[in-house]
């Protein structure tokens, strides 16, 4: 009785009625992200080059926090998805690596990360140098001074400390990437590209994420469908 069409939609319609409404994180700024460099101590430790390497790339990759760290929850984990240190490549300009596996990979085919930002090739390139002296034989590429891949509350831990604000969380780097992006001129296109999204889920993203549409149709952004949603 449950999956009857009747049910299932009286269902639905109850939890629109009675739910909550979402509260959307806000996005970081290169202003947020000037404030996390300056907070590193003048002798950075290897986890302190860390959270600042994956802030960094998080940021200018249009990463989900998950794609970087791995679930609190042990049973969730899976080694498979963690991007590896042999996958690296370093240019003059930018730095590259493999992201095995993404949420909306559901060919399980991959993607290649490009960052060309100058201020996170900086700081990935300490934290590389520190984490080949210190884990020369682990295989991730985001490993903590334990050899261990960092858990989301480890980064989230980290965040809070530099950003008290309950408003910023593992999101806002992936919201805020994205709009700085729009508010750069970045075509709608490329910044779908950038953050890895499906035509449909990029849609979605927008209209969950007004800060995003709104930086985009500022700038002038075509091929984007504005819902009163």
Aim: net charge positive; hydrophobic share 40%.
């Amino acid at each position: 009785m449950r999956r009857s069409v009747l049910v299932s939609r009286a269902l639905k319609g109850c939890k629109r009625i009675h739910g909550q409404p979402v509260k959307r994180k806000d996005p970081l700024t290169l202003a947020h992200l000037r404030k996390a460099i300056d907070c590193l101590p003048s002798i950075p430790t290897h986890d302190d080059l860390l959270f600042i390497a994956i802030l960094l790339s998080g940021f200018h990759a249009l990463h989900r926090l998950g794609e970087m760290t791995m679930p609190d929850n042990p049973r969730l984990r899976n080694p498979r998805k963690y991007t590896k240190r042999e996958s690296v490549t370093l240019n003059a300009e930018s730095y590259e690596y493999w992201l095995p596996a993404h949420k909306a990979d559901i060919a399980f085919e991959g993607n290649r990360i490009i960052v060309a930002d100058q201020a996170a090739r900086k700081y990935f390139l300490l934290y590389l140098n520190s984490r080949d002296r210190a884990l020369p034989f682990n295989p991730y590429l985001w490993a903590r001074e334990n050899g261990q891949v960092p858990p989301r509350a480890w980064f989230i831990k980290r965040l809070r400390h530099i950003f008290p604000d309950p408003n910023i969380a593992g999101q806002s780097l992936r919201a805020g990437g994205a709009t700085h992006l729009a508010e750069d001129g970045a075509l709608p296109h490329i910044i779908q590209a950038a953050g890895r999204w499906s035509s449909e889920a990029f849609q979605v993203y927008l209209r969950k994420h007004p800060i995003v549409l709104h930086a985009l149709l500022r700038s002038g952004g075509s091929g984007i469908r504005p819902s009163s949603s």
